[in-house]
Protein backbone atom coordinates (compact mmCIF):
# COMPACT_ATOMS: atom_id res chain seq x y z
CA UNK A 1 0.00 0.00 0.00
CA UNK A 2 2.96 2.21 0.66
CA UNK A 3 3.84 1.93 -3.25
CA UNK A 4 0.75 2.74 -4.28
CA UNK A 5 0.48 5.91 -1.74
CA UNK A 6 3.59 7.21 -3.73
CA UNK A 7 1.76 6.97 -6.94
CA UNK A 8 -1.52 8.66 -6.53
CA UNK A 9 0.57 11.13 -4.41
CA UNK A 10 3.30 11.30 -6.75
CA UNK A 11 0.24 11.72 -9.86
CA UNK A 12 -1.69 14.09 -7.60
CA UNK A 13 1.01 16.72 -6.93
CA UNK A 14 2.05 16.56 -10.64
CA UNK A 15 -1.39 17.67 -12.06
CA UNK A 16 -1.51 20.31 -9.17
CA UNK A 17 1.59 21.71 -10.82
CA UNK A 18 -0.26 21.81 -13.92
CA UNK A 19 -3.07 23.52 -12.70
CA UNK A 20 -0.65 26.31 -10.98
CA UNK A 21 1.29 26.91 -14.20
CA UNK A 22 -1.52 27.11 -16.07
CA UNK A 23 -0.01 24.61 -18.61
CA UNK A 24 0.79 21.27 -19.48
CA UNK A 25 4.48 19.53 -20.18
CA UNK A 26 5.22 21.36 -23.23
CA UNK A 27 2.17 23.11 -23.95
CA UNK A 28 2.65 27.13 -25.28
CA UNK A 29 -0.07 29.13 -23.27
CA UNK A 30 -1.02 32.55 -22.71
CA UNK A 31 -1.93 31.43 -19.13
CA UNK A 32 1.05 30.45 -18.86
CA UNK A 33 2.67 31.68 -14.83
CA UNK A 34 5.51 29.97 -14.55
CA UNK A 35 8.23 26.85 -15.82
CA UNK A 36 8.43 23.53 -14.54
CA UNK A 37 11.78 23.09 -12.82
CA UNK A 38 12.56 19.37 -11.79
CA UNK A 39 11.61 17.45 -8.69
CA UNK A 40 12.83 17.83 -5.12
CA UNK A 41 13.01 14.36 -3.05
CA UNK A 42 10.88 14.79 0.24
CA UNK A 43 10.55 11.68 3.01
CA UNK A 44 6.93 11.68 4.69
CA UNK A 45 5.94 9.24 7.32
CA UNK A 46 2.52 7.22 7.37
CA UNK A 47 1.17 4.89 9.15
CA UNK A 48 1.86 2.23 6.17
CA UNK A 49 5.44 3.51 6.18
CA UNK A 50 7.91 6.35 4.82
CA UNK A 51 7.39 7.12 1.49
CA UNK A 52 10.21 8.86 -0.79
CA UNK A 53 7.90 11.91 -2.85
CA UNK A 54 9.21 13.49 -5.50
CA UNK A 55 7.73 17.27 -4.70
CA UNK A 56 7.75 18.99 -7.97
CA UNK A 57 9.18 22.52 -8.01
CA UNK A 58 8.77 25.76 -10.14
CA UNK A 59 11.36 28.31 -11.30
CA UNK A 60 10.06 31.37 -9.81
CA UNK A 61 9.36 29.17 -6.16
CA UNK A 62 6.21 30.43 -4.21
CA UNK A 63 4.45 26.51 -5.26
CA UNK A 64 3.78 23.69 -2.54
CA UNK A 65 1.44 20.81 -3.09
CA UNK A 66 -0.85 21.14 -0.93
CA UNK A 67 -1.72 17.93 -1.33
CA UNK A 68 1.24 16.53 0.64
CA UNK A 69 -0.84 18.71 3.41
CA UNK A 70 -3.85 17.55 2.80
CA UNK A 71 -2.65 13.78 2.58
CA UNK A 72 -1.02 13.78 5.68
CA UNK A 73 -3.78 16.06 7.63
CA UNK A 74 -6.40 13.15 6.68
CA UNK A 75 -4.46 9.42 5.77
CA UNK A 76 -8.30 7.96 6.08
CA UNK A 77 -9.39 10.65 3.26
CA UNK A 78 -6.59 9.38 0.98
CA UNK A 79 -7.18 5.73 2.00
CA UNK A 80 -10.73 6.54 0.48
CA UNK A 81 -9.24 8.13 -2.55
CA UNK A 82 -7.02 5.22 -3.46
CA UNK A 83 -9.70 2.86 -2.77
CA UNK A 84 -12.23 4.45 -5.34
CA UNK A 85 -8.97 4.74 -7.65
CA UNK A 86 -8.99 1.26 -7.63
CA UNK A 87 -12.87 1.65 -8.99
CA UNK A 88 -11.95 3.46 -11.96
CA UNK A 89 -13.55 0.65 -14.01
CA UNK A 90 -16.87 1.38 -12.26
CA UNK A 91 -16.66 4.97 -12.83
CA UNK A 92 -14.57 7.47 -13.82
CA UNK A 93 -16.69 10.76 -12.42
CA UNK A 94 -16.15 9.38 -8.86
CA UNK A 95 -12.60 9.02 -9.61
CA UNK A 96 -12.20 12.55 -10.89
CA UNK A 97 -14.84 13.97 -7.87
CA UNK A 98 -12.79 12.05 -4.56
CA UNK A 99 -9.30 13.15 -6.26
CA UNK A 100 -10.95 16.90 -6.90
CA UNK A 101 -11.97 16.50 -3.07
CA UNK A 102 -8.24 15.39 -1.97
CA UNK A 103 -5.98 17.72 -4.40
CA UNK A 104 -8.60 20.49 -4.79
CA UNK A 105 -8.84 20.58 -8.79
CA UNK A 106 -10.86 18.63 -11.42
CA UNK A 107 -8.85 15.60 -13.41
CA UNK A 108 -9.64 14.43 -16.72
CA UNK A 109 -10.44 10.60 -17.23
CA UNK A 110 -7.33 9.88 -19.05
CA UNK A 111 -5.12 11.09 -16.32
CA UNK A 112 -7.11 8.88 -13.90
CA UNK A 113 -6.53 5.95 -16.50
CA UNK A 114 -2.51 6.26 -16.39
CA UNK A 115 -2.53 6.66 -12.38
CA UNK A 116 -4.91 3.37 -12.09
CA UNK A 117 -2.75 1.48 -15.15
CA UNK A 118 0.44 1.91 -12.69
CA UNK A 119 -1.58 0.88 -9.71
CA UNK A 120 -2.46 -2.04 -11.39
CA UNK A 121 1.32 -2.77 -12.28
CA UNK A 122 1.95 -2.78 -9.05
CA UNK A 123 -1.44 -5.11 -7.65
CA UNK A 124 0.03 -7.14 -10.58
CA UNK A 125 3.34 -7.04 -9.02
CA UNK A 126 1.80 -8.50 -5.92
CA UNK A 127 -0.01 -11.19 -7.18
CA UNK A 128 2.48 -12.73 -8.97
CA UNK A 129 5.32 -12.24 -6.94
CA UNK A 130 8.11 -15.40 -5.93
CA UNK A 131 6.76 -17.18 -2.77
CA UNK A 132 8.50 -19.88 -0.35
CA UNK A 133 7.91 -22.51 2.17
CA UNK A 134 4.33 -22.18 3.95
CA UNK A 135 3.79 -25.53 6.04
CA UNK A 136 0.03 -24.50 6.70
CA UNK A 137 -1.72 -23.54 3.82
CA UNK A 138 -5.68 -21.81 4.26
CA UNK A 139 -7.79 -22.18 0.89
CA UNK A 140 -11.59 -20.92 0.88
CA UNK A 141 -13.54 -18.41 -1.85
CA UNK A 142 -16.30 -16.14 -1.42
CA UNK A 143 -18.52 -14.18 -4.05
CA UNK A 144 -18.76 -11.33 -5.82
CA UNK A 145 -21.36 -9.77 -8.91
CA UNK A 146 -19.84 -9.35 -11.52
CA UNK A 147 -21.43 -8.20 -15.41
CA UNK A 148 -20.55 -10.49 -17.98
CA UNK A 149 -21.89 -11.06 -21.52
CA UNK A 150 -24.76 -8.51 -20.79
CA UNK A 151 -25.53 -10.34 -17.59
CA UNK A 152 -24.64 -10.16 -13.60
CA UNK A 153 -22.57 -13.60 -12.46
CA UNK A 154 -22.02 -14.56 -8.89
CA UNK A 155 -18.53 -14.90 -9.81
CA UNK A 156 -16.24 -16.96 -7.29
CA UNK A 157 -13.13 -15.20 -5.44
CA UNK A 158 -10.54 -17.60 -4.18
CA UNK A 159 -8.32 -16.91 -1.70
CA UNK A 160 -5.46 -18.36 -0.08
CA UNK A 161 -3.58 -17.60 3.36
CA UNK A 162 -0.09 -19.43 4.49
CA UNK A 163 1.83 -19.56 7.44
CA UNK A 164 5.45 -19.19 6.82
CA UNK A 165 8.39 -21.09 8.90
CA UNK A 166 8.73 -18.24 11.26
CA UNK A 167 4.63 -17.86 12.19
CA UNK A 168 3.46 -15.05 10.46
CA UNK A 169 0.40 -15.07 8.16
CA UNK A 170 0.43 -13.77 4.52
CA UNK A 171 -2.27 -13.43 1.93
CA UNK A 172 -0.67 -15.71 -0.71
CA UNK A 173 -2.68 -14.73 -3.56
CA UNK A 174 -6.20 -14.40 -5.26
CA UNK A 175 -7.80 -15.31 -8.43
CA UNK A 176 -11.56 -15.01 -9.92
CA UNK A 177 -13.33 -17.83 -11.43
CA UNK A 178 -16.87 -18.43 -12.73
CA UNK A 179 -17.05 -20.53 -9.87
CA UNK A 180 -15.58 -23.17 -7.68
CA UNK A 181 -15.14 -25.53 -10.17
CA UNK A 182 -12.79 -28.11 -10.09
CA UNK A 183 -10.78 -26.51 -13.09
CA UNK A 184 -10.56 -22.86 -11.04
CA UNK A 185 -9.05 -23.62 -8.53
CA UNK A 186 -6.65 -26.47 -9.90
CA UNK A 187 -5.62 -22.93 -12.24
CA UNK A 188 -5.50 -21.32 -9.03
CA UNK A 189 -3.21 -23.86 -7.29
CA UNK A 190 -0.87 -24.88 -10.00
CA UNK A 191 -0.40 -20.87 -10.01
CA UNK A 192 0.81 -20.80 -6.42
CA UNK A 193 3.00 -23.84 -7.14
CA UNK A 194 5.06 -22.12 -10.24
CA UNK A 195 5.60 -19.02 -8.05
CA UNK A 196 7.72 -21.37 -5.50
CA UNK A 197 4.94 -22.65 -3.01
CA UNK A 198 6.53 -25.92 -1.20
CA UNK A 199 6.92 -26.72 2.10
CA UNK A 200 2.88 -27.67 2.87
CA UNK A 201 2.26 -30.11 5.55
CA UNK A 202 -1.31 -29.07 5.91
CA UNK A 203 -4.19 -27.61 3.64
CA UNK A 204 -6.82 -26.07 5.64
CA UNK A 205 -10.38 -25.86 4.03
CA UNK A 206 -14.16 -26.81 3.88
CA UNK A 207 -15.69 -29.13 1.97
CA UNK A 208 -16.21 -27.97 -1.58
CA UNK A 209 -15.90 -31.01 -4.64
CA UNK A 210 -14.62 -28.99 -6.47
CA UNK A 211 -10.99 -27.81 -4.43
CA UNK A 212 -11.26 -31.64 -3.42
CA UNK A 213 -10.31 -32.90 -6.61
CA UNK A 214 -8.23 -29.49 -7.25
CA UNK A 215 -6.08 -30.32 -4.53
CA UNK A 216 -5.92 -33.94 -4.81
CA UNK A 217 -4.10 -33.68 -8.40
CA UNK A 218 -1.96 -30.36 -7.48
CA UNK A 219 -1.07 -31.80 -3.44
CA UNK A 220 -2.18 -35.32 -3.82
CA UNK A 221 -0.03 -36.24 -0.78
CA UNK A 222 -0.69 -33.27 1.79
CA UNK A 223 -2.92 -34.18 4.76
CA UNK A 224 -5.92 -32.28 4.75
CA UNK A 225 -8.15 -30.53 7.81
CA UNK A 226 -11.80 -30.15 6.93
CA UNK A 227 -12.98 -27.03 8.57
CA UNK A 228 -14.49 -27.83 12.52
CA UNK A 229 -16.70 -24.90 12.29
CA UNK A 230 -18.13 -25.72 8.67
CA UNK A 231 -19.00 -29.66 10.05
CA UNK A 232 -20.96 -28.01 13.20
CA UNK A 233 -22.81 -26.46 10.70
CA UNK A 234 -23.48 -29.08 8.03
CA UNK A 235 -24.31 -31.12 11.00
CA UNK A 236 -27.53 -29.70 11.44
CA UNK A 237 -28.49 -29.98 8.45
CA UNK A 238 -29.06 -34.20 9.64
CA UNK A 239 -31.09 -33.21 12.63
CA UNK A 240 -34.39 -34.34 12.83
CA UNK A 241 -35.66 -32.47 15.41
CA UNK A 242 -35.07 -28.26 16.26
CA UNK A 243 -34.81 -29.40 19.83
CA UNK A 244 -32.07 -31.61 19.14
CA UNK A 245 -29.97 -29.22 17.42
CA UNK A 246 -28.01 -27.40 20.51
CA UNK A 247 -27.13 -30.86 22.25
CA UNK A 248 -25.78 -32.38 18.78
CA UNK A 249 -23.52 -29.10 18.60
CA UNK A 250 -22.46 -29.39 22.01
CA UNK A 251 -21.71 -33.30 21.80
CA UNK A 252 -19.97 -32.16 18.28
CA UNK A 253 -17.77 -29.51 19.47
CA UNK A 254 -17.01 -31.78 22.53
CA UNK A 255 -15.42 -34.32 19.88
CA UNK A 256 -13.06 -31.99 18.65
CA UNK A 257 -12.29 -30.35 21.67
CA UNK A 258 -11.32 -33.68 22.60
CA UNK A 259 -6.83 -33.54 24.39
CA UNK A 260 -5.61 -36.37 21.55
CA UNK A 261 -7.36 -37.86 18.39
CA UNK A 262 -7.55 -41.16 20.37
CA UNK A 263 -10.42 -39.38 22.86
CA UNK A 264 -11.64 -37.57 19.88
CA UNK A 265 -12.48 -41.16 17.98
CA UNK A 266 -13.92 -42.32 21.51
CA UNK A 267 -16.50 -39.67 22.04
CA UNK A 268 -17.78 -39.90 17.99
CA UNK A 269 -18.10 -43.40 19.42
CA UNK A 270 -20.22 -42.38 21.92
CA UNK A 271 -22.04 -40.19 19.65
CA UNK A 272 -22.21 -42.28 17.26
CA UNK A 273 -24.65 -44.97 19.84
CA UNK A 274 -26.42 -42.27 21.33
CA UNK A 275 -27.70 -40.86 18.33
CA UNK A 276 -28.21 -44.46 15.98
CA UNK A 277 -31.52 -44.59 17.19
CA UNK A 278 -33.13 -41.17 17.22
CA UNK A 279 -30.89 -39.44 14.37
CA UNK A 280 -29.96 -42.28 11.91
CA UNK A 281 -28.92 -39.97 8.75
CA UNK A 282 -26.81 -37.86 11.55
CA UNK A 283 -25.19 -40.78 12.56
CA UNK A 284 -24.59 -41.79 8.96
CA UNK A 285 -23.40 -38.45 8.01
CA UNK A 286 -21.17 -38.61 11.31
CA UNK A 287 -19.22 -41.61 10.26
CA UNK A 288 -18.59 -40.51 6.85
CA UNK A 289 -17.81 -36.77 8.10
CA UNK A 290 -16.70 -36.15 11.24
CA UNK A 291 -13.32 -37.93 11.05
CA UNK A 292 -11.94 -35.55 8.11
CA UNK A 293 -11.42 -32.48 11.47
CA UNK A 294 -9.50 -34.50 12.93
CA UNK A 295 -6.56 -34.04 10.96
CA UNK A 296 -5.17 -31.50 13.17
CA UNK A 297 -4.28 -33.77 15.97
CA UNK A 298 -1.10 -34.87 14.15
CA UNK A 299 0.10 -31.84 14.61
CA UNK A 300 1.64 -29.63 17.90
CA UNK A 301 -1.18 -29.12 20.13
CA UNK A 302 -0.04 -25.24 20.46
CA UNK A 303 -1.32 -25.29 16.90
CA UNK A 304 -4.94 -26.74 16.96
CA UNK A 305 -6.57 -23.68 17.97
CA UNK A 306 -5.73 -21.74 14.71
CA UNK A 307 -5.53 -24.53 12.46
CA UNK A 308 -8.51 -26.53 12.79
CA UNK A 309 -11.39 -24.06 10.93
CA UNK A 310 -10.91 -21.57 7.96
CA UNK A 311 -12.31 -18.88 10.49
CA UNK A 312 -9.21 -16.62 9.88
CA UNK A 313 -10.19 -16.61 6.16
CA UNK A 314 -13.67 -15.77 6.96
CA UNK A 315 -12.84 -12.71 8.74
CA UNK A 316 -10.94 -11.75 5.56
CA UNK A 317 -13.99 -11.89 3.39
CA UNK A 318 -15.66 -10.05 6.10
CA UNK A 319 -13.48 -7.05 5.56
CA UNK A 320 -13.48 -7.08 1.60
CA UNK A 321 -17.37 -7.76 1.76
CA UNK A 322 -17.15 -4.32 3.74
CA UNK A 323 -14.82 -2.71 0.97
CA UNK A 324 -16.90 -3.72 -1.82
CA UNK A 325 -20.34 -3.27 -0.68
CA UNK A 326 -20.25 0.62 -2.21
CA UNK A 327 -19.41 -1.37 -5.38
CA UNK A 328 -22.71 -3.95 -5.57
CA UNK A 329 -22.04 -5.16 -9.20
CA UNK A 330 -18.92 -4.85 -10.72
CA UNK A 331 -18.52 -3.71 -14.18
CA UNK A 332 -16.12 -6.35 -15.52
CA UNK A 333 -13.43 -9.24 -13.62
CA UNK A 334 -10.37 -6.59 -13.75
CA UNK A 335 -12.06 -3.61 -11.34
CA UNK A 336 -13.35 -6.30 -9.13
CA UNK A 337 -9.87 -8.19 -9.28
CA UNK A 338 -8.27 -4.23 -8.55
CA UNK A 339 -9.96 -3.65 -5.49
CA UNK A 340 -10.07 -6.78 -3.98
CA UNK A 341 -6.13 -7.35 -4.56
CA UNK A 342 -5.56 -4.29 -2.69
CA UNK A 343 -7.27 -4.84 0.02
CA UNK A 344 -5.61 -8.33 0.09
CA UNK A 345 -2.04 -6.91 0.23
CA UNK A 346 -3.32 -3.95 2.93
CA UNK A 347 -4.15 -7.03 5.03
CA UNK A 348 -1.09 -9.00 3.95
CA UNK A 349 1.81 -6.54 4.59
CA UNK A 350 -0.07 -5.70 7.96
CA UNK A 351 0.15 -9.02 9.26
CA UNK A 352 3.85 -9.22 8.02
CA UNK A 353 4.71 -6.10 9.64
CA UNK A 354 2.64 -6.97 13.01
CA UNK A 355 3.30 -9.98 15.32
CA UNK A 356 3.69 -13.76 14.99
CA UNK A 357 0.26 -15.61 14.55
CA UNK A 358 1.64 -19.17 15.52
CA UNK A 359 4.76 -20.27 17.22
CA UNK A 360 6.57 -22.65 15.10
CA UNK A 361 9.60 -23.68 17.37
Known amino acids: MGEAFRVLLNEAMNLERQKYLGAGPYERSDDRKDYANGYKPKTIKTRVGELELSVPQVRGGGFYPSSIEKGQRSERALKLSLSEMYLQGVSTRKVATITEQLCGFDVSSSQVSRATKELDSILDGWRNRPIGAYPYLFLDAEYQKIRQGGSVIDAAVLIAIGI ?39 LISDDHSGLKAARMTVFPSIPWQRCQFHLQQNAQHYVPRQHMQEEVGDDIRTIFNAPSEAESRRLLGIFIEKYKTSAPKLVEWAEENLIEGMTVFQFPQNHWQRIRT ?8 REVRRRTRVVSIFPNEKSCLRLISAVLMETSEDWLSGRVYLKMS
Open 164 to 202: DETGKREVLGTFIGLSEAEVHWRQFLKGLQDRGLHGVRL
Open 310 to 317: TNMVERLH
